[in-house]
């Protein structure tokens, strides 16, 4: 038994003696640097997409729905046909009218015949010379009639014309407020229609932001729809109170850049970027350790060897956490790594982590 426990016991020295090797064995981690940028305060907002186009479109008379060539969701072009009435009705009156023209055009040809023919008369004291001004003025009566019935016709083929619905731009149906056989009347709205083309971002934004938002400023968005994926707008339009209950105002974005499919109607989330007008220390968020009793620390790399110091944080924005005190410039920060370091630790430096500069 007692060489068994020596063995044991030469066994156990040898663990004991390996340890510190192992402990020693320089750690993995990746690093970047501390530097000094613009700082910048960022305001999360949610709207919706808009069009910068939108119409209820109705006929300009009233009318049986006779055609219908498109439905909700139909891509339409400007021009384009949506809707018939019946035309028998509008059509009958039309030739009415048009059959007074002709009749009006044939009375004032004659008048003007007999008009020529009186007058031809006159210097052989055949006629009258009060004959003559009669038949003048039933050439002026005759061109009046004329003239009125040229302009009921050309009322009656307006209003022909006006039995069909074109879309007034490109765009896409979003309603349609009718069916066929159904008695419409003007201004009764038969489709929704809105524009693809030029589409905008909405949001309802505190009054206390008013002050620091520009047009032209960066304004970074994403959709339910690709919540991974972040993209560039930049602000288009601020309209002040909105809302005088909810202090609040519109801010209207417009995309830059690579767009995702934009259809008005959707949900949006974006973050605003403010300017501070002053410039900090900054250090990638992925750096920073929190700790429940309120301990917010990085670790900085020295010689290979790592070493923690608490931090002061201000500002989050684009990826990056301002430091307000802790470090300095050009300091080594670990961003990979850093969960499990002890103080004076050996490591292994890697080449640093690209650091996402889009979003909040």
């Known amino acids: 038994m007692k060489p068994i426990k020596g063995i044991a016991a030469?066994?156990?020295?040898?663990?004991?003696?390996?340890?510190?090797?192992?402990?020693?064995?320089?750690?993995?981690?990746?690093?970047?640097?501390?530097?000094?940028?613009?700082?910048f305060r960022t305001v999360p907002m949610t709207g919706t997409v808009t069009s910068e186009r939108s119409a209820r479109l109705s006929a300009a008379t009233s009318g049986l729905v006779h055609v219908l060539n498109v439905d909700a969701g139909f891509q339409v072009q400007r021009g384009e046909v949506l809707l018939e009435l019946d035309p028998e009705l509008t059509g009958l009156q039309l030739e009415a009218a048009e059959a007074r023209v002709k009749q009006a055009r044939s009375e004032l040809a004659d008048a003007r015949r007999r008009l020529e023919e009186a007058k031809e008369l006159v210097p052989k004291a055949s006629i009258a010379?009060?004959?003559?001004?009669?038949?003048?003025?039933?050439?002026?009566?005759?061109?009046?009639?004329?003239?009125?019935?040229?302009?009921?016709?050309?009322?009656?083929r307006a209003l022909l014309e006006r039995h069909q619905v074109r879309a007034p731009f490109d765009g896409v149906v979003s309603a349609k407020l009718s069916e066929l056989g159904e008695w419409v009347s003007p201004g009764q709205a038969v489709f929704e229609l809105?524009?693809?083309?030029?589409?905008?971002?909405?949001?309802?934004?505190?009054?206390?932001?008013?002050?620091?938002?520009?047009p032209g400023g960066r304004v970074g968005y994403t959709l339910n729809a690709r919540p991974g994926d972040t993209f560039d707008g930049e602000v288009a339009t601020v309209v002040p109170v909105t809302d005088r209950n909810?202090?609040?105002?519109?801010?209207?974005?417009?995309?830059?850049?690579?767009?995702?499919?934009?259809?008005?109607?959707?949900?949006?989330?974006?973050?605003?970027?403010?300017?501070?007008?002053?410039?900090g220390l900054v250090v990638p968020r992925d750096a920073l350790l929190r700790y429940p009793d309120g301990r917010t620390v990085v670790w900085t790399v020295g010689d290979d060897i790592v070493s923690e110091h608490r931090v002061q944080t201000g500002l989050?924005?684009?990826?990056?956490?301002?430091?307000?005190?802790?470090?300095?410039?050009?300091?080594?920060?670990?961003v990979e790594g850093n969960e499990a370091l002890r103080d004076g630790q050996a490591v292994d430096v890697r080449a640093p982590v690209a650091v996402s500069t889009r979003g909040g």
Do not use: W, Y
Not at 196 to 213: G, H, K, N, Q
Not at 252 to 267: E, F, H, K, Y
């Open 10 to 39: 030469a066994a156990i020295g040898l663990c004991v003696l390996s340890l510190p090797t192992l402990a020693q064995s320089p750690v993995p981690v990746s690093a970047t640097e501390v530097t000094r940028r613009e700082i």
């Open 129 to 156: 010379e009060s004959t003559v001004r009669d038949r003048e003025a039933e050439v002026a009566l005759d061109e009046a009639a004329l003239q009125q019935a040229l302009a009921e016709a050309g009322f009656q």
């Open 194 to 214: 809105v524009a693809i083309d030029a589409i905008r971002l909405d949001f309802s934004v505190s009054e206390d932001f008013l002050p620091a938002i520009a």
């Open 246 to 279: 909810a202090r609040t105002f519109l801010l209207r974005v417009r995309p830059t850049g690579d767009q995702p499919l934009l259809l008005p109607g959707m949900s949006v989330t974006a973050t605003l970027k403010l300017p501070t007008g002053r410039d």
């Open 316 to 334: 989050q924005f684009d990826g990056m956490v301002e430091i307000r005190g802790g470090v300095d410039a050009g300091d080594r920060v670990v």
